[in-house]
C-alpha cells in the first residue's frame, strides 16, 4: 500500500521560502510522476508541479519560475521548493502518486 506523508508547511511573510517534502513509502519513485497540488478555503484542488520518471517537470503558470519540484529517489522523496511565496499560494498542499494522496500540509502566506 502506497502512503504518503507531506511536511514543511507552515506560516511565512510574503517574499519568503518554504520547502515541501512528500516521503512515500510502499511503491518506488524511480518509474512513476510524482505531482504537488493544492487546495484554498472554498476552491477546487488544483495542480501545482509535477515531475516525471524521466525528470521532466511542469508547473502551474502561476507558480512558474517561483516553485521547484524535485526528487531524491534514494530517500524516496519529492520535494516543492516555493520561493517568493505571495497570499494567493495559501492552501493545503498534497502529494499524489498514481492514485494514491497524502493528507496535505498547511501553507499560509500573511504578514
Known amino acids: 500500500q502506497v502512503q504518503l506523508v507531506e511536511s514543511g508547511g507552515g506560516l511565512v511573510q510574503p517574499g519568503g521560502s518554504l520547502r515541501l517534502s512528500c516521503a512515500v513509502s510502499?511503491?518506488?519513485?524511480?518509474?512513476?510522476?510524482v505531482g504537488w497540488f493544492r487546495q484554498a478555503p472554498g476552491k477546487e484542488r488544483e495542480f501545482v508541479a509535477q515531475?516525471?520518471?524521466?525528470?521532466?517537470?511542469a508547473y502551474l503558470a502561476s507558480v512558474k519560475g517561483r516553485f521547484t519540484i524535485s526528487r531524491d529517489n534514494g530517500k524516496n522523496t519529492v520535494y516543492l521548493q516555493m520561493n517568493s511565496l505571495k497570499p494567493e499560494d495559501t492552501a493545503v498542499y498534497y502529494c499524489?502518486?498514481?492514485?494514491?494522496w497524502g493528507r496535505g500540509t498547511q501553507v499560509t502566506v500573511s504578514s
Open positions: 515531475i516525471s520518471w524521466g525528470d521532466f517537470t
Open positions: 510502499g511503491r518506488t519513485l524511480r518509474n512513476v510522476a
Open positions: 499524489n502518486v498514481e492514485t494514491a
